[in-house]
């Protein structure tokens, strides 16, 4: 199992910047795709942005597109978000998940993650 630990979450006005990160353990990180995923009061866990086991593709639900960007660093084990032009419909806790393969192809249903993290706050004010 993989442990996954998000931070970086806050309160932010709309149109400000915030970078979520989540630090994995493990050796195998590398292997396998990442997730971001959010939650918002009342709502279903929904996909927000993926990022395969080497980097080399990124794929976003197009709510986010333009404006949020997934990265990851695999020597540190770490997978970010930079979401910038934040808006109020952005607020949720959001979620890091590592993925059941190296692709992307199933990891935007919450069923094509493996391991979740705890979760971290993200509030926008309008």
């Known amino acids: 199992q993989v442990q996954l630990v998000e931070s970086g979450g806050g309160l932010v006005q709309a149109g400000g910047s915030l970078r979520l990160s989540c630090a994995a353990s493990?050796?195998?990180?590398?292997?396998?795709?990442m997730g971001w995923f959010r939650q918002a009061p009342g709502k279903e866990r929904e996909f927000v942005a993926a990022?395969?086991?080497?980097?080399?593709?990124?794929t976003y639900v197009d709510s986010v597109k333009g404006r949020f960007t997934i990265s990851r660093d695999n020597a540190k084990n770490m997978v970010y978000l930079q979401m910038n032009s934040l808006k109020p419909e952005d607020t949720a806790v959001y979620y890091c998940?590592?993925?059941?393969?190296?692709?992307?192809?199933?990891?935007?249903?919450?069923?094509?993650?493996?391991?979740w993290g705890q979760g971290t706050q993200v509030t926008v004010s309008s």
């Open positions: 493990g050796r195998t990180f590398s292997n396998y795709a």
């Open positions: 998940g590592i993925g059941r393969f190296f692709t992307t192809q199933t990891i935007r249903a919450t069923t094509g993650i493996r391991d």
């Open positions: 990022i395969t086991g080497n980097g080399g593709s990124t």
